[in-house]
């Protein structure tokens, strides 16, 4: 089913988008993803995209670097929005796979 797209983009409807991102990342666990949601928090932008560009398998710190541009309220944001919470996304598969691995092993051990 298709839902009707509204033109108008705003930062209150991005905002609402990056929140339910941020929802799917959760609590940081990791010192790299306490940096990057700070940096993140404080509007510090760049900080959090070097951190992507030299982190490039987390999806957790690729979420976030992704989310900076979006407040930019540009054509492009819609896409930027769909590319941080598949980053999210991913990271939430990745870490329930890690959680399902480690409850086997330990059920089968």
């Known amino acids: 089913m298709m ?3 509204s033109s ?3 930062l209150e409807k ?3 988008a990056i929140n339910a991102i941020l929802e799917v990342l ?3 666990e990791t010192e790299l993803h306490r940096q990057a949601l700070a940096a993140f928090q404080n509007g510090d932008h760049q900080t959090v995209k ?3 560009s030299t982190n490039l398998s987390d999806y957790y710190v ?3 670097g992704y989310l900076g541009g979006a407040l930019k ?3 492009n944001t819609d896409t930027i ?3 941080s919470a598949r980053s999210a996304a991913d990271f939430a598969k990745e870490k329930a796979l890690k959680q399902l691995g480690e409850a086997l092993a330990k059920a089968l051990s």
């Open 50 to 52: 070097r951190l992507a």
């Open 3 to 5: 839902q009707a797209v």
């Open 14 to 16: 991005v905002n609402q």
């Open 81 to 83: 929005l769909a590319e």
């Open 8 to 10: 108008e983009l705003t």
């Open 26 to 28: 959760g609590t940081p």
């Open 73 to 75: 309220l540009t054509p």
């Open 62 to 64: 690729k979420a976030l």
